[in-house]
């Protein structure tokens, strides 16, 4: 178990380096904040993965100068709050934004 664990989060963290380039994104000033919100991004998608009750594959994450911002589909209220939870009690995170759609 504690090898598809790490397995997930290093496909993961791969993913969000390849999908997300290395230059320093819009809004962002330094390499160093582009850094620190990959990290963030690459760290919410690893507890979506070790939740049971998330679904990671549905739900997009983006960070952006420490703001994540959540997209894509919930199956209930109940998920979409406990994304929101997971990605707030997430370090360096400074603000959540939840633009989940609950699909019955």
């Known amino acids: 178990m504690k090898y598809a ?7 993961l963290a791969g993913i969000t380096i390849i999908g997300s380039g290395c230059a320093v994104g819009r809004g962002q000033s330094t390499a160093g904040e582009y850094v620190d919100d990959a990290a963030i991004t690459t760290s ?5 993965v070790e ?6 594959m549905a739900i ?9 911002q959540l997209s894509g589909f919930a199956k209930s209220a109940a998920e979409k709050a406990q994304a929101e939870n997971l990605a707030r009690n997430t ?3 400074k603000a959540v934004r939840n633009d ?4 019955p």
């Open 60 to 68: 997009k994450v983006e960070t952006l100068n420490g703001t994540v």
């Open 44 to 48: 919410v998608k690893a507890k979506f």
């Open 91 to 93: 370090k360096n995170v």
């Open 100 to 103: 989940i759609i609950v699909r």
């Open 5 to 11: 664990r790490a397995i997930a989060f290093a496909a």
């Open 51 to 56: 939740d049971k009750t998330v679904g990671a």
